[in-house]
Nanobody, 123 residues
């Protein structure tokens, strides 16, 4: 059973940058589509970005497009630039249910989730 661990969260001022990492242990998630989601207090978990199993396809929510970049090698990353206070949330990485998967915006398509890492953007 694959396990995912996020790192790289923290406190940053508006306009700053952070880079999140997601590392898998156990059964490798290399052949699975993966994604980043976030959840702010009192709000539902929302899609941020996704990447296909081979990195050939990516997808972003409108709110982060042009500011965030998802990538992967042996791990998965989320480079976050021009951060805004509304980006404050717990960020989760996830691996899809099906191998050789593409991108998906839907939480139901992801079977494995990390514990999350807090990102706080001050104004």
């Amino acid at each position: 059973q694959v396990q995912l661990v996020e790192s790289g969260g923290g406190l940053v001022q508006a306009g700053g940058s952070l880079r999140l990492s997601c590392v898998g242990s156990g059964r490798t998630p290399s052949f699975y589509g993966m994604g980043w989601f976030r959840q702010a207090p009192g709000k539902e978990r929302e899609f941020v970005a996704a990447i296909s199993w081979n990195g050939g396809s990516t997808d972003y929510s409108d709110s982060v497009k042009g500011r965030f970049t998802i990538s992967r090698d042996n791990a998965m990353y989320l480079q976050m630039n021009s951060l805004k206070p509304e980006d404050t949330a717990v960020y989760y990485c996830a691996a899809s249910r099906s191998s050789l998967g593409g991108t998906s915006r839907f939480t139901n398509n992801y079977a494995t989730w990390g514990q999350g890492t807090q990102v706080t953007v001050s104004s």
